[in-house]
């Protein structure tokens, strides 16, 4: 289930780092066909994906990230 659309891949990985560190799994769709072509990433955005079980505390730990 797609948490978040983010702007750049750095804030994607940054953010399933620290999902990872709060013991949440989480996966990127990366929309830059891996670095080839950023451009389009702009269009299509840095999705962080985690499991449906997860998507609670996973909207919860950004929420509190966030504040």
Known sequence: MELVN???RF???LLMARLGE???QAMAKYGDADGMA???GLLDG???CVF?????DAQAFI???MS
């Open 22 to 24: 709060g013991g949440i």
């Open 11 to 13: 804030e994607a990985d």
């Open 46 to 48: 840095y999705r962080v």
């Open 38 to 40: 950023p451009s389009i």
């Open 6 to 8: 983010l702007p750049s």
């Open 52 to 56: 449906d079980d997860d998507l609670e």
């Open 63 to 65: 929420d509190e990230a």
